[in-house]
T-cell receptor
């Protein structure tokens, strides 16, 4: 089945550091990838929709300059948390949709990245 | 936009019993309803989905029902096993901008007691 690989799985770094998270679709091409944030014992909150070859679409309240998204190829999207602070600590999850399957194809999720800012 | 409500937030059942999780959605334009299982420290995994032209779908011990008129859908797990313990999320799909986005319910922590 479709596999989405997310890397790294865990990051611990100092305040002020920028952190890059990669999301790859391993066996399919994804024109659209989604980035979510999840707080403990809470649901997934959509942060942005990443479109290959164009600018990402951010949800209301998500800072574009804080969370930089690049979707340079059909199999890779990256999320960079710039100048991270403790309040950015969270579980970040990406998902991707297979572009060859039309209509309401399922989203496939990566295993998430646990980001801890000290 | 779409709003999805999910109940209950926690559910404990004895091994072998059935578990039912219910969701309601607000936007009648939504037409795709997946269910995801999330284990601790992992991303959500799709376990079953249903489209609006179908009222029920079954896959072994898992079934989903959809009532479009009432705008609610449910997940049914029969003969529960300890490995079914996880957080389950329902979602509704609505076309927004350039892509179909998922709106998630708040999740249900299912615990299957041995």
């Amino acid at each position: 089945g479709a596999v989405v690989s997310q890397h790294p799985s865990r990051v611990i770094c100092k305040s002020g550091t920028s952190v890059k998270i990669e999301c790859r679709s391993l066996d399919f091409q994804a024109t659209t990838m989604f980035w979510y944030r999840q707080f403990p014992k809470q649901s997934l909150m959509l942060m942005a929709t990443s479109n290959e070859g164009s600018k990402a679409t951010y949800e209301q309240g998500v800072e574009k300059d804080k969370f930089l998204i690049n979707h340079a190829s059909l199999t890779l999207s990256t999320l960079t948390v710039t100048s991270a602070h403790p309040e950015d600590s969270s579980f970040y999850i990406c998902s991707a949709r297979d572009r060859l399957r039309g209509g309401n194809q399922p989203q496939h999720f990566g295993d998430g990245t646990r980001l801890s800012i000290l | 936009g779409e709003n999805v409500e999910q109940h209950p937030s926690t559910l404990s059942v004895q091994e072998g019993d059935s578990a039912v999780i219910k969701c309601t959605y607000s936007d009648s334009a939504s037409n795709y309803f997946p269910w995801y299982k999330q284990e601790l420290g992992k991303g959500p995994q799709l376990i079953i989905d249903i489209r609006s032209n179908v009222g029920e779908k079954k896959d072994q011990r898992i079934a989903v029902t959809l009532n479009k008129t009432a705008k609610h859908f449910s997940l049914h797990i029969t003969e529960t096993q300890p490995e079914d313990s996880a957080v389950y999320f329902c979602a509704a799909s609505l076309f927004s901008g350039s892509a179909r986005q998922l709106t998630f319910g708040s999740g249900t922590q299912l615990t299957v007691l041995p």
